[in-house]
């Protein structure tokens, strides 16, 4: 079986822990010699070192919760504590998680856990809200409530986001995983692309991986690049049939940027990627948050 089946087999089994199915990855990593591809694995298997680097489908909402004592030996041992009751310089971070633990990290609290784990706050947080929540009642401790469900969902996304990286590698190449280390069985602009768009599902990184263009942080410089991206990816196509006039709309998207004609063209654009949307779909849809934002 080749290792691109071995993988799609293991993501669908959920059977299969999902750090093996990671390291699994990394080989296949190694032989596309894809940087960000190899980094990601990386974070999921030994944890994010900082909150800039989690994906969004690690970053979501969570309540608080905390256990009171009063006078005479009145107790609460577990009382949500609601927005209104924390300052609001404090209530984002409060009431969202951050989660940077390893995959495996994540699968222990799962084993350990049946409804919900609980992450403890600060002793000196938890002190602030004495006589807030409860008058007389004092706040012994606090704690974020995360419910399994939602780290079982994390570690749903991130084995479907495998099988449709390696499906679509597949694609492009049914034997990139037996490839020679170093042969690059796939151009690295494509790869770029399929990364963009299964794993990050975000298209504000297209060139990351590209050896033959840079991404400049002016406005103006960075659009005129992702025109220039696109339009590199159209003719990676070679279907001139097809590609031909939607080229040439993008050449007027391009000369038409912040004028009142862009829309127009824009508008071209979408409607001829609707009619080729089988062939247009999996090289232009990296492009598309972008595109959509500069209408704005």
């Excluded at 694609?171 to 170093?182: F, I």
Aim: charged share 20%; glycine share 4%.
């Amino acid at each position: 079986m080749s290792l691109l089946r071995e993988i799609q087999q293991a993501a669908t089994d959920p059977e299969f822990d999902l750090p093996s199915l990671l390291r699994k990855c990394m080989i296949l990593a190694n032989k596309l010699g894809n940087p960000e591809f190899k980094q990601w694995l990386s974070f999921e298997l030994n944890g994010y070192p900082d909150r800039s680097t989690l994906p969004e489908y690690r970053v979501f909402a969570v309540r608080i919760c905390g256990e009171f004592s009063g006078y005479p030996g009145r107790r609460i041992p577990e009382c949500e504590i609601h927005e209104g009751c924390v300052p609001e310089q404090h209530r984002k971070s409060l009431f969202t998680c951050n989660m940077q633990l390893s995959v495996a990290s994540i699968n222990s609290l799962i084993a350990d856990s049946p409804y919900a784990v609980h992450l403890p706050l600060d002793l000196r947080l938890a002190a602030s809200f004495n006589n807030k929540i409860y008058v007389g009642m004092s706040c012994l401790r606090a704690w974020k409530d995360i419910p399994i469900n939602q780290l079982i969902g994390i570690i749903d996304i991130i084995r479907t986001k495998i099988l449709d990286f390696s499906l679509k590698i597949e694609a492009e190449n049914p034997k990139a995983g037996e490839a020679s280390v170093n042969t690059l069985p796939i151009p690295q602009e494509k790869v770029q692309q399929v990364f963009n768009t299964y794993i990050t599902g975000n298209g504000n990184n297209i060139a990351t991986a590209s050896h033959h263009v840079s991404q400049e942080t002016n406005n103006t410089d960075t659009h005129a690049e992702v025109f220039s991206q696109l339009q590199d990816a159209l003719r990676s196509i070679g279907d001139e049939s097809v590609t031909e006039t939607i080229t040439a709309t993008v050449e007027e998207m391009r000369t038409a940027k912040d004028k009142p004609s862009f829309l127009s063209h824009y508008t071209q654009f979408t409607s001829l990627l609707a009619d080729h949307v089988q062939i247009l779909g999996p090289v232009v849809t990296p492009f598309l948050p972008i595109l959509t934002k500069m209408l704005s």
